[in-house]
């Protein structure tokens, strides 16, 4: 199948910093990204939908300013979790598909996030 | 919204069958995935299903759609200590909304 890759698998920063996190596919091209949360022993939440060359559109009850996400090619996506608070701290996974056509959606490996 | 529920524990003899069950409340569903996760990874795509196909198997997996009560289900045969993980059901319109997870324990 197609391979999504995230970086970095992990991170530790102190709280008020920014983190970068990406999202590439690696054998396709990605015209919509998906980025999800998870918390210990939860499902996914879905964040936002990262649609490359324009704005993402995020659910409801997520801040857009805070967690910043830019789509500025086919393969590439990043999400900025800007002045991280411990609360942040979260295990964060993008996904891609090759479009509605096939149905598929392959995620990343994950990011976990822990700010102290 | 969507609403996706799915039990959260299973346990199963190895070499036995393991049914994972899912309902959905979304009508408007066009796929339907079910996804595996290992501890501390991401998602791997099982295998999905189109709404207007009621069964689709691919080696040892069986997926098997009830359209009518929006009642999804994945049959892993013989199942194995490898299958140990947390399954997760998905179903897709304009989004996708996951399951609760189901954790499947294989007993030896």
């Known amino acids: 199948g197609a391979v999504v890759s995230q970086h970095p698998s992990w991170v530790i920063c102190k709280s008020g910093t920014s983190v970068k996190i990406e999202c590439r596919s690696l054998d396709f091209q990605a015209t919509t990204m998906f980025w999800y949360r998870q918390f210990p022993k939860q499902s996914l939440m879905l964040m936002a939908t990262s649609n490359e060359g324009s704005k993402a559109t995020y659910e409801q009850g997520v801040e857009k300013d805070k967690f910043l996400i830019n789509h500025a090619s086919l393969t590439l996506s990043t999400l900025t979790v800007t002045s991280a608070h411990p609360e942040d701290s979260s295990f964060y996974i993008c996904s891609g598909g090759q479009g509605a056509r096939t149905g598929e959606l392959f995620f990343g490996e994950g990011s976990r996030l822990t700010v102290l | 919204g969507e609403d996706v529920e799915q039990s959260l524990f299973l346990s199963v003899r190895e070499g036995d069958s393991s049914v994972i069950n899912c309902t959905y409340t979304d009508s408007s569903s066009t796929y339907l995935y079910w996804y595996k996760q290992e501890p501390g990874a991401g998602l791997q795509l099982l295998t999905y299903?189109?709404?207007?196909?009621d069964m689709k198997q691919d080696q040892r997996l069986t997926v098997l759609l009830n359209k009518k009560d929006k009642h999804l289900s994945l049959r892993i045969a013989d199942t194995q200590t490898g299958d140990s993980a947390i399954y997760f059901c998905a179903e897709k319109d304009e989004k996708l909304t996951f399951g609760t997870g189901t954790r499947l324990t294989i007993i030896p």
């Open positions: 299903i189109f709404s207007n196909m």
